[in-house]
């Protein structure tokens, strides 16, 4: 199975007893930022008339994955993005590139280490649902297999077109999420951005990066090859003017 | 030694008293990034996590050292031989330049301590992954390509001819390592097409960080010639610069050319707003970094002058250094919806490591045979190398006919 948390923004109450969950399976300060931070992994937001969750969107192909130098990151076959503060070297390339601004830094701190959402892996790995999704009293976060949890958000904006706008954010989005969202307002007024493109962004990068190795071949017979002929030329001028050296000296005797 | 001798130091306290400053700042910044951590020291933020020492310690500092692939690929390459005597300082600028890139990542990096993960922990599909692989191999062919310079010195002929034997196959390594690398610093920021501005975000970014370190380079080639001529009372040997600054203005113009076309092609300079932020910064990088020079190189009797050069030149390494800037910090800054400027730490570590830059190179000028003389004709000087350069001014005009003299061969192979 591959997890997938569905939250349906019209059911959200703004109750934040997601957050507090959060906080507390994760051991995070009871404070709660009003943005996401290194202490913060989930917040909810009031946007006009509705309230959105922030959380990391657990991509099917994510970017943070594909950046970091010393794979820090990981996506496990269920569903979650995991982070090995272990391995983290601290150059926030993760930070800069995510599409969704979700891993945040510990600026805090001396050794500072790269925080977010994790999708609880132990509660899914024991069949539970993730914290957040297991205490929302409204079923606004709910969690399941995400080929479900799809067609369960299809289901509620054909049985209720009018209530939402006719899109689940998070099918198509950057090549899919494990968090898919629906909503009444438009994802532009949540604050969601609505211009990714459908293919995941690392192929972006792996178009250039896939071509290393032609790079390294061609370019190095090429450079030889011209290190040869212009090497050859010289030579060959060289022995000439040392023949015609030779030649006017015997003549001169 | 006659180098060393009082009569230049007075001159040069000024800057001497710079550079303690800079040391003396750079000191109290390092100080407090190491103890209180990066949200004390910069003005860095989720919101904005690269700044200054991403956009210019790195970005700026790897393509400002490109001039060394450049030089060594024309000289041993092209086989033209008589940019021979513009190899030593060429290979000591980028030694130093990778140096400084890699000292001012220890201090961006939040687990410096950790920077050996990359050598075991391999992620192929991160640019990270690839650039921190080519810096550091490119360092070690660097160092090698150095340490004749210092194998000279010591009279250590073996290991000297050892390097002189390599030298074609590392010269082609650290150009295939450079064009990789040069071009993947672009590619770090193809991942972020929907945050970094239209009129700096390309799929031809790598393309552009490559031509455009080719020209910074050779423009850092004069830029550094002109200040030894300062610092060292040497003359320009305007006679190999000149054929650079003419090398430029094609590189410069392909790479004009390049932006252009495909900001046109890509629509995006129906975007170019003026007076707007981004707009504004473009047009300066572009007017004054790309197309003023390209006109002032591009005639001969401006290019032919000192004053003329040396101007064209500055204003390439200007515009680099504004482009490098405009990628990792204007660019970004909207997307990202906070405004960065550095904050006086940020600066100062910057600019410590820049002067340190400076230090050591001053150093090796003194100590090291790295001007002409102890190039051209190591074995004909009865004296060591290192003695012979300060009493002959390397960029001399009297030393350029024997430098350029056809069929004279680079010591160094």
Same mark, same amino acid.
């Given at each position: ?60 192909? *994510?970017? &943070?994955? +594909? $950046? @970091? =130098?010393?794979? #820090? ?11 090995? /503060? ?43 649902? *993730?914290? &957040?999704? +297991? $205490? @929302? =009293?409204?079923? #606004? ?11 369960? /958000? ?66 190095? /017979? ?32 | ?413």
């Amino acid at each position: 199975m591959k997890g997938a948390i569905l939250f349906d923004s019209t059911k959200c109450i703004g109750c934040e007893a997601c957050v507090a969950a959060c906080k507390e399976k994760n051991n995070l300060p009871a404070a709660i930022d009003p943005k996401l931070t290194a202490y913060t992994w989930t917040v909810v937001e009031p946007r006009n008339t509705a309230f959105i969750r922030r959380m990391c969107m657990h991509c099917e192909t *994510p970017t &943070c994955v +594909s $950046v @970091c =130098p010393v794979q #820090a990151f990981r996506k496990e076959p269920n569903g979650p993005v995991l982070y090995d /503060a272990s391995r983290c070297i601290g150059c926030r390339y993760c930070i800069m590139a995510c599409p969704f601004g979700v891993p945040k830094y510990q600026w805090d701190r001396a050794v500072p280490i790269v925080q977010k959402c994790i999708m609880c892996p132990d509660r899914i790995a024991a069949g539970k649902a *993730p914290a &957040c999704a +297991s $205490v @929302c =009293p409204t079923g #606004a976060t709910t969690f399941g297999d995400r080929d479900q949890m799809i067609r369960e /958000a299809r289901t509620r904006l054909a049985a209720t077109p009018k209530k939402y706008v006719p899109q689940v954010y998070g099918v198509e989005e950057v090549g899919g999420t494990s968090v898919l969202i629906l909503s009444s307002a438009s994802f532009a007024d949540l604050g969601l951005r609505t211009d990714l493109p459908r293919a995941p962004l690392p192929m972006l990068t792996w178009q250039v990066l896939s071509k290393i190795p032609d790079v390294v071949v061609v370019g190095g /017979a090429l450079l030889y090859g011209i290190w040869w002929i212009t090497n050859r030329r010289t030579k060959v001028q060289e022995a000439l003017a040392e023949e015609a050296a030779g030649k006017s000296e015997s003549r001169q005797r | 030694m006659t180098m060393t001798n009082g009569r230049r130091w007075p001159e040069m306290s000024f800057w001497r008293l710079v550079f303690l400053v800079l040391v003396a700042a750079g000191s109290v910044a390092t100080i407090l990034r190491f103890t209180r951590g990066l949200g004390a020291a910069t003005n860095l933020s989720d919101q904005f996590p690269w700044g200054l020492w991403i956009g210019f310690d790195v970005l700026t500092g790897v393509g400002l050292a490109a001039g060394g692939f450049t030089i060594t690929a024309v000289v041993y390459i092209f086989n033209l031989k008589r940019f021979t005597p513009i190899i030593r300082p060429t290979v000591l600028t980028a030694f130093l330049g990778y140096l400084f890139v890699i000292f001012g990542l220890m201090y961006d990096l939040g687990q410096p301590h950790r920077i050996w993960h990359a050598l075991v922990m391999w992620n192929p599909r991160s640019v990270m992954f690839e650039v921190a692989w080519c810096v550091m191999l490119y360092t070690t062919v660097l160092s090698l390509e150095f340490s004749p310079i210092v194998f000279e010195r010591l009279n250590l002929e073996r290991p000297r001819r050892i390097v002189r034997a390599i030298s074609v196959p590392l010269v082609i390594v650290g150009v295939i390592l450079s064009t990789l690398h040069q071009s993947s610093l672009g590619s770090l920021y193809l991942i972020v097409p929907e945050k970094l501005h239209p009129l700096w975000y390309s799929p031809l970014l790598p393309v552009f960080f490559f031509t455009s370190a080719i020209a910074a380079g050779l423009a850092m080639v004069i830029v550094e010639s002109y200040l030894c001529q300062r610092a060292f009372k040497h003359h320009l040997a305007m006679d190999l610069l000149e054929p650079l600054g003419r090398a430029m203005v094609v590189v410069l113009s392909v790479y004009g050319i390049l932006r252009l076309q495909d900001l046109a092609r890509r629509g995006a300079l129906a975007g170019l707003r003026w007076p707007d932020y981004e707009g504004t910064m473009f047009l300066l990088e572009i007017g004054l970094g790309v197309l003023l020079p390209i006109l002032l190189l591009a005639i001969p009797r401006i290019r032919g002058t000192q004053p003329g050069l040396v101007t064209g030149a500055f204003l390439v390494v200007l515009g680099f250094v504004m482009n490098r800037l405009n990628v990792s910090v204007t660019g970004m800054e909207r997307a990202s919806g906070v405004s960065y400027f550095p904050s006086w730490m940020e600066f100062a570590i910057s600019l410590a490591l820049v002067a340190g830059g400076f230090a050591i190179f001053g150093l090796a000028v003194r100590y090291l045979p790295i001007f002409p003389q102890g190039i051209r004709a190591p074995r004909e000087a009865e004296a060591p190398a290192w003695l012979v350069v300060p009493s002959t001014p390397a960029f001399a005009p009297g030393a350029s006919p024997a430098v350029s003299q056809p069929g004279a061969r680079g010591g160094t192979r």
